[in-house]
């Protein structure tokens, strides 16, 4: 039985959810999916220059973790640049943090207890669990 998936502490959501190449049309291109924490992953290191330990200390995950979504989330980018595909920012496993001690499940969009924010074990959105996502 795998492990259940551990979300991920998310600052901001990204201001675009879709980037393309220009001159090709959407129906031409191949798309590669980019997960919301994967991108806050590269904005805290790679854009904010933090370490990969501050880093996910920051998100509520262990190094190696960060690590690993960091090389997904770098092979995905170049893969996208290189290869001229379409580049969709959506889904994974967070949560919203919006302001101090404010957070939202990045699934449904309702909102987290304040406690769950930073200490997520055993965290279970009441609405998404209602409904039997995953």
Known sequence: MPRPVKPKLVQEAPRAAYFKPRGIPINQLKEIILKIEELEALRLVDLEGMYQEDAAKEMGISRQTIQRMLGEARAKVIDALFAGKALRIEGGSYILQEGTGRYRCGRCGDT??????????????????????E
Do not use: I, N, S
């Open 112 to 133: 987290v207890p304040a406690e769950y924010g930073r200490r997520r074990q055993g965290w279970k959105c009441p609405t998404c669990d209602e409904k039997g996502e």
